[in-house]
């Protein structure tokens, strides 16, 4: 029995008759312990499906299971990473981590001590009494990434959550999170847009179609682990990378001609 | 190393600045206001200003040991102040209350906000006649339209803070499962905290102003009150060192302000 399954997600925005078809019956299964991406170009619906499963959107058809166990609305099962930089300004780097202990009530000194731990897994030792705007954008995100992990989710979720940093930086915080799954073999869904880091990180990969958002391929990522994010110079890198795009290519490409078609009839930019 | 730490998204952002800098702020204040004040002290020696208009800053300076032991500046000072904290009370309690509530309910917030908008250039202090009928020749009469003239900015920069929070930030809560109580007190709260303070800084200095205005005008209380006899009895050098306390007050409500909002922004 998969540990997550998605079964027959269908979204729509808008009214009855001019409603907007934005996920169509989409299925999905995570095991326990897997890395699951799921990639497809913009405005393929991928954020939604993510503020579906992680129960912030509630308006949908299908049903979501942890466990064999169907859930509905924000379930404890999940912990979410959110695209947008999320840290809470006000609070340093070790509250910030500390926020869902806080939460469940946890003395100051013992939540204290176990936020240091997550601290440590991100890499940020030595930054605890940092404020976010003290912080790299990277850095930011990594708070956010162990502020989600002090919640011990059984399911990590996680948005794009290096979409607004460089290249490198994104490769070396995906090394990051390789070390981490590697620790606490957390099952995890990524949802992101870029081919590489699906790739490096990612046990499967998941192609959504342009709108209205279907899955269309699975491809098993059958590289060694544990990685790091050297494996991007390998052959079989770059065969997976290649295979990925060549599917991604026309939903991209569908999904450009979707806004210049859009722009042109209704006035809407590109 | 340090291009490694910034390759992986570990560089810290760092804030430079140097003493010197911070030192020279105050330093260029300071002495552009002793310029300023000199200058003021040549045009009137050198009549280009007349001296029964504007006395010399020289005179001011010298009828201020005069005005604090006959005035008894120390017990009027104090009844501004006195003054002047109850209105803040008042706003920080009632003010922010009601930007809550006016969060809270879309159609009351649509309902109010321009006529709240409209009050904050309105001349409140012209009304002193009304406050004087209900409240009497009091010093209740001075706090209230103190409290009324500061209200405006409270309410809608409270308002604008608590809408203004970032949605991911929510959303994060509620991935949390915050319940709505906790998730106005550990993140809408403390995200619009910054943008309450700016809404407290500019409703304690209407306050201020009109809290002064309004002594002037029904000469009762402090420095206000103070500032009417001197000028009735054509005492202008003491009259603008009485003007000198009014700023002295507003400063160290200013910087009592600024006190209380580090203290809070850090602490929270």
């Known amino acids: ?270 | 190393m340090d291009e490694r730490r910034a390759a992986a998204g570990t560089e810290p952002v760092r804030r430079t600045v140097s003493t010197d800098r911070r030192g020279a702020a105050p330093a260029l204040g300071v002495s552009t206001l002793i310029v300023v004040v000199a200058c003021i002290e040549g045009l009137i020696r050198a009549n280009v200003i007349n001296p029964f208009v504007v006395p010399l800053p020289s005179q001011v300076l010298a009828a201020i040991p005069r005005i604090v032991a006959e005035e008894d500046i120390p017990h009027r000072f104090w009844q501004t102040m006195q003054e002047a904290l109850w209105a803040s009370l008042l706003l920080i309690v009632v003010g922010i209350a009601l930007g809550m509530l006016l969060f809270r309910f879309r159609l009351l917030r649509r309902a109010c906000e321009t006529g709240i908008a409209a009050l904050a250039s309105a001349p409140i202090v012209l009304m002193y006649p009304l406050f004087l009928v209900i409240f009497g020749r009091s010093a209740t009469t001075i706090v209230m339209i103190g409290f009324i003239a500061g209200l405006p900015p409270v309410i809608l920069k409270t308002v604008e803070g608590l809408a203004g929070t970032r949605k991911v930030l929510l959303d994060v809560g509620r991935s949390f499962r915050l319940a709505d109580a906790q998730l106005f007190r550990k993140i809408l709260l403390p995200a619009a905290m910054p943008s309450i303070f700016v809404g407290l800084r500019l409703g304690l200095i209407f306050a201020l102003i009109n809290i002064v205005g309004v002594e002037f005008l029904i000469n009762f209380g402090g420095l206000g009150q103070l500032i009417n006899e001197l000028a009735e009895r054509y005492d202008l050098p003491g009259m603008y060192g009485a003007i000198g306390f009014v700023i002295l007050v507003s400063v160290v409500f200013f910087v009592a302000c600024e006190r209380a909002e580090r203290w809070l922004l850090s602490s929270r």
């Open chain 1, 1 to 270: 029995m998969p540990f997550l399954a998605v079964t027959d997600i269908v979204k729509r925005f808008g009214a009855e008759d001019d409603a907007i078809v934005a996920i169509d019956g989409v299925s999905l299964d995570v095991a326990h312990g897997e890395f699951v991406s799921v990639i497809g170009p913009s405005g393929c619906g991928k954020s939604t499906l993510f503020n579906i499963i992680g129960g912030l959107i509630g308006d949908y058809e299908g049903r979501v299971s942890v466990g064999g166990e169907q859930v509905s609305g924000t379930h404890p099962a999940f912990g979410m990473v959110f695209q947008e930089e999320s840290t809470f300004p006000w609070r340093t780097v070790l509250d910030n981590v500390a926020f869902p202990l806080e939460l469940a009530g946890m003395g100051k000194r013992e939540r204290h001590e176990r936020a240091l731990h997550f601290v440590s897994m991100v890499g940020l030792d030595g930054f605890e009494r940092r404020y976010p705007s003290e912080l790299s954008g990277g850095m930011r995100q990594r708070v956010s990434i162990a502020r989600t992990l002090a919640s011990e989710p059984r399911i990590l979720l996680m948005d794009e959550p290096f979409a607004a940093l460089d290249e490198q930086t994104r490769l070396l915080l995906g090394d990051k999170v390789l070390q981490i799954h590697q620790q606490l073999h957390q099952t995890t869904l990524l949802i992101t847009h870029n081919i590489t880091e699906a790739v490096q990180l990612s046990d499967r990969v998941l192609v959504m179609t342009y709108r209205p958002g279907r899955l269309k391929r699975s491809v098993a990522i059958d590289l060694p682990r544990p990685r790091s994010s050297e494996v991007v110079g390998s052959d079989a890198f770059g065969h997976y990378v290649a295979q990925i795009w060549s599917d991604l290519r026309e939903e991209a490409s569908r999904g450009i001609r979707d806004v210049e078609s859009r722009a042109l009839q209704g006035g809407e930019a590109p």
